[in-house]
């Protein structure tokens, strides 16, 4: 039997609740056996995040406990470079069973940014990648994209076959948060609650994150 193994990056500081739900369904939606949600050590597309990796990996941990399938992977905390998406699909292929499907998740935005990624047509090598798809998406795939969705997209998520090489897309409306106005929000002392599990927001304030 294969496995269906999802991946969600990001730099998760914090990781909120439009991470969370966002990752609740689509494991539900294509059962997946696992959903690893991997802080980035240094993101190689923007500035120093608020919080350390160790801190930011930390509250992916406390996000997570107990939520199965969903899963904190500190694979790109312990590698000595930059993180690069496609390090980070070799080194899971090696732990996994040849047979495994590895579904990479990006939204809409993340996938038209494709090709400014490190060595990115070889991604589909190692994964498939499901694009979350949002109502409201504002940016257009470059004809190269676009090239590639023809040649290797498939119109039903659950039809995905073999263990990687294809795209397939999903909808969703993701819930109006990000991690920036939550930072804001802390910086001008104002309450996050209920947009970060409250174990998360007790690991905020106890470390002091996120002040100015
Ligand atoms: P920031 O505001 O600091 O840019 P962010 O909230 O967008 O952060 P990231 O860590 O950059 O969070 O996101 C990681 C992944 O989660 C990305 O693929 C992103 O598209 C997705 N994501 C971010 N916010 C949401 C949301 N509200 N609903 C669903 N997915 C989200």
Redesign the pocket.
Known sequence: MSRRIGI??????P?????L???VEVAEMLGLDELRLI??AR?PH?GA?GASPEQRLEMVRLAVRDVSPLMADDRELRRDKPSYTLDTLVSLREEIAPQDQLLL??????FCGLPSWYRWTELLDHCHILV?Q?PDADMDASEALRDLVAARSVPDPQALAGPAGQITFVW?T??????????QSLASGKSVRFLVPDAVLAYIHAQGLYLR
């Open positions: 969600l990056g990001g730099t998760f500081d990781v909120h609740i439009g991470h739900r966002g990752a802080p980035s993101p923007r995040p998740l990006l939204g809409w935005d993340a979350l949002r969703q993701p819930l109006e948060v990000s991690a920036t106005q939550i930072r």
